[in-house]
């Protein structure tokens, strides 16, 4: 058996059984070090698989923390600690001081440090990084409760428009475009919903392979039924202005795009915050599987070896 026909999350659970341990299986893996819990988490950005050699440095950097960030604020953590792992070939130096000027552009954001790191030349630019967070407490997937509201931050959708369109490369963007473009080379993780998500949030999880299949993660892990309603997905203008002038369907954007950091999660209705950038899409019943307006819905994010 190959890899693409077990799949990335097949292969991830039987080396979980491998190591024999039920720790894996979140954004982050919590481990409690005295009264601290810890927050680890690691993520790689590829050349030709997650970005082109034509991106900006800059924003690559950026975008290599963000994404470990995200992770982090996921389960209810501040990020404290990174380690960058750098692969790249006998590039001018000047790109390399793009890409970290980048990565301490967005910790100074975040306000975490990159405390070392390693660098090995390779034939492509491969930029992977080790992050360390600090949680009050641990939210993961396996915790979603019956009753509860099922809810995302921001919108969806826009990032895998803006790297359609980057693809095109095209000699003029319009306003519209240029902003869905900046939502896919410099997300920003959702570090204002940590406070939020560690004071309610029974289950959580940060959307990098696209909606469809973060809901399947929340529902399988679990146990419970997943109901959404599709009107409720929140579009941004900008792409609705994508999909009706390219003649593309908003919510396959949504549900399968992927790489919009945003996050999903669950808790009582009642603790919405009208201070936050949050809609509700539907709620947790009893049962398994996920369903959107009332018909079984497939995962159909992001595969690594689809």
Known sequence: MRISELGEFGLIERLKNLLGENIIGDDTACV????VNLLLTCDLLLEDRHFK?????????????????SDVCANGGTPKWALVSLMVPDFEVSYIEELYEGIKRACEFYGCRVVGGNVSRSDKVGIDVFMVGIAQRFVGRSTAKVGDGVFVSGTLGDSRAGLELLLMQKDYYESFELRLIERHLRPTARIDYVKHITKYANASIDISDGLSSELWHISKRSGVKIVVEKRRIPLSKELLL??????????????NGGEDYQLLFTHPVHRQNPFLDMT???VVEEGQGVFIDGEPLKAQGYKHFG
């Open 32 to 35: 409690s070090l005295g009264d």
């Open 53 to 69: 050699s034509f991106f900006p440095p800059a924003s690559l950097g950026w975008k290599a923390i963000s994404v470990n960030v």
């Open 280 to 282: 509700q899409i539907g």
């Open 242 to 255: 994508f999909c009706e002038k390219y003649g593309k369907d908003p919510y396959d954007y949504a549900l």
